[in-house]
């Protein structure tokens, strides 16, 4: 029993009875049930204390008891072998294989090996839940990069807190269009904080953890909002809302440690914060930050299953989802920001959280509850942590893993890559698919995004990072196979953009757009521009550009301009083809009709341009140094006369010499890389 009081229960000032964790602690579950540090004299008795339960007093042993004390030691812990002589002040302990959570300052910490100096005090030292007690690891010392990641101490995050009536629109908001996405925690405990929140005064009891999850919810359910919908139920500009609940988020989350973080909470705040800033903020940045939250997660033994521990079901949920969504998330950032995420070979165990929902589990429950069949509130996390799982299992012969490129390594065979791609999509029909109801939004989401997923592997067998030969090499049926899968791609991709039951999901997948299968269907467009299938490749671009309005907001992303110089060249391959056809049918002459998207986007082109922008394929001048080239284009010399004639101002935004050249770029030096990329 311990002699003080909890430090919550004495900063809330209510009666503390002492077990670990007490009862008001266990009962609000968002404290955490720190006691105050013991006293040197107070170790030191507890460490003799535990030397005499290991190894029985010196004065009064015999052989026989010493080795019954030794056995029955390694039967109530097989973690602990070998005590050595404690009262020097060095504590060395050696463990088994198995890992081990112990209680580090009243949360869990992981432990991998008992080999080192333990710091401070014994961690055998047990809880009444059975867990080894504080601290297993120095807890003393300042954080690293204190003078960078610091609080702001004028900032009372308390009184920062936005209005009841604008809170509790903000949790509808976070309810409705990112909870069911990003299902890191349970319906019951989003309720309790929520009421907490929004309470009179409910804000003055919180901790950092709590603050830093709150204002992380804030800051997510504004990214989820277009600026019309942040004008309309906020009052305010995103742009505003955004930078005022990140500075709140940020301040909250150094008031919390978050480089060194062992609570669950902090680390699903800074997940919410990750993924809300994949709109804003630098990519390297936040791969740079995953890394710090995915290894606070495995300090805290995540990456290991919880029943190795015998953590609750409850607990052991919890960790799942977590940890699943965070290598979901890492995997995401690792393709934008054009790096290898590792997860896929890495050796962690966590299984796939239970397909239940969350009225099926509570903290007090002592068994898991059994999975449901069919669809949850959980598939749509399940489904991608599903792929996840089974490319984890994706092995050559040899038995080493494939790892994150498998789809585009250009060592396994077409037949290799189709057959662990067949197991996906059957994998996927089994368990979600086939129970879709088409009148469910999240299930129509499911439906869309999977089959979506499933397009995009094939495609990336299919590409041409995948093999060593050139476009132009290529036989007829093997373009076609790849035109065939990357139309399916840009239509799924049409039908997520224009399906209006899940708009409010929109946000959740609008920066997983196709690049590579648009530049490919625009090659083909290119090629096939004298050919009746052209009219359908164009009315697919037509669609694409139409449901999805940010492709033509160019100054976002520089293979937005990219993608429209090319489609400017491919029309104007089209439009070549129809003037010849005209021209052979005397009297029935009419100059073709340009579609209205090229009209669009030219005259979009020309202000990009006219803004001082980069320059793409069209506008680069001879021999000028290329880094980044998706398209490179050799320009012969332009006719004499030609230079600078611009042409009528009806917003064509190309002189005609720049025009005239267009069907001479070489698609086949078209860097896929590039487009393949999340730069």
């Avoid at 009536?165 to 990112?178: G, K, M, S």
């Avoid at 429209?564 to 060249?569: D, F, G, Q």
Wanted: with cysteine; net charge neutral.
């Amino acid at each position: 029993m311990n002699t003080q009081a909890c430090q919550p229960c004495v900063k809330r000032k209510v009666r503390c009875d002492r077990k670990e964790p007490c009862s008001n602690c266990d009962r609000r579950k968002q404290d955490q049930c720190v006691y105050p540090e013991l006293s040197p004299t107070e170790r030191i008795k507890q460490l003799e204390a535990l030397v005499r339960s290991l190894r029985g007093s010196s004065e009064h042993s015999t052989p026989n008891t010493h080795q019954q004390v030794k056995t029955n030691a390694a039967s109530a812990s097989s973690q602990v072998q070998q005590v050595q002589n404690v009262t020097g002040g060095d504590v060395q302990l050696q463990r088994g294989a198995d890992p081990m959570i112990v209680k580090e300052d009243g949360v869990f910490a992981y432990l991998e090996s008992w080999n080192g100096k333990i710091f401070e005090s014994a961690t055998a030292l047990r809880t009444n839940d059975g867990y080894p007690r504080t601290p297993v690891l120095s807890s003393t010392g300042f954080g690293a990069l204190q003078s960078i990641i610091c609080r702001d101490p004028h900032i009372d995050l308390a009184r920062r807190h936005p209005a009841p009536q604008t809170a509790t629109t903000l949790w509808d908001i976070f309810c409705r269009r990112v909870h069911p996405v990003v299902k890191i925690s349970f319906d019951w405990e989003i309720e309790l904080i929520r009421a907490t929140s929004i309470a009179p005064n409910g804000p003055d009891g919180l901790s950092f953890q709590e603050h830093a999850f709150i204002f992380a919810v804030y800051l997510i359910s504004v990214t989820s909002l277009s600026e019309d919908e942040c004008s309309r139920l906020l009052g305010r500009p995103k742009s505003t809302l955004f930078s005022e609940f990140q500075i709140l988020c940020e301040q909250a989350l150094a008031g919390s440690n978050f480089l060194g973080a062992s609570d669950i909470t902090t680390m699903q705040a800074s997940t919410m914060y990750i993924i809300a800033g994949l709109e804003r903020f630098n990519t390297r940045s936040l791969w740079s930050l995953m890394g710090a939250v995915v290894r606070n997660a495995e300090r805290c033994g995540l990456h290991r299953d919880g029943t190795l521990f015998g953590l609750s079901p409850y607990e052991t949920e919890r960790r799942r989802r977590l940890w699943w969504q965070l290598q979901h998330l890492d995997i995401a950032l690792g393709v934008k920001s054009g790096s290898l995420s590792l997860t896929l070979i890495a050796p962690w165990d966590a299984k796939l959280p239970l397909n239940i929902e969350d009225e099926d589990i509570d903290p007090h429950m002592r068994e898991a509850p059994k999975e449901r069949h069919g669809l949850t509130s959980m598939s749509q996390c399940l489904w991608t942590y599903f792929v996840l799982h089974e490319q984890r299992s994706f092995c050559r012969a040899d038995g080493s893993k494939l790892g994150f490129t498998w789809a585009a390594d250009k060592s396994l065979s077409r037949v290799e890559k189709e057959v662990l791609i067949d197991r996906l999509e059957a994998g996927l029909n089994q368990r979600y698919l086939q129970f879709c109801d088409p009148i469910r939004p999240l299930d129509v989401l499911i439906q869309i995004s999977a089959r979506s997923f499933v397009y995009c592997m094939r495609r990336l067998a299919l590409h041409p990072l995948a093999h060593d030969d050139r476009l132009s090499k290529w036989s007829g049926n093997h373009r076609k196979e790849l035109l065939d899968v990357c139309i399916g791609c840009l239509e799924y991709d049409v039908a997520s953009h224009s399906n209006a039951s899940i708009k409010h999901f929109r946000w959740h997948f609008q920066d997983n757009f196709q690049w590579s299968a648009l530049i490919y269907v625009l090659v083909e467009a290119h090629r096939q521009s004298d050919t009746p299938s052209a009219e359908r490749l164009w009315e697919l671009l037509s669609d694409v550009y139409a449901a999805n309005s940010s492709l033509s907001e160019l100054q976002e992303d520089r293979r937005k301009s990219y993608a429209v110089e090319l489609m400017i060249i491919a029309w104007k391959a089209r439009e070549k083809f129809l003037l010849e056809r005209q021209q052979h049918q005397p009297g029935t002459y009419r100059p073709p009709q340009k579609p209205a998207l090229i009209v669009d986007l030219e005259n979009r082109l020309l202000e990009y341009m006219e803004a001082g922008k980069p320059e793409g394929p069209i506008k680069r001048k001879i021999g000028e140094a290329e880094t980044l080239n998706p398209m490179p284009a050799k320009r012969p010399v332009p006719p004499a006369g030609t230079q600078g004639r611009e042409m009528p101002t009806d917003g064509i935004a190309f002189s005609q010499f720049d025009l005239d050249i267009f069907a001479e770029i070489n698609f086949d030096s078209i860097d896929w890389s590039f487009w393949e990329a999340g730069l």
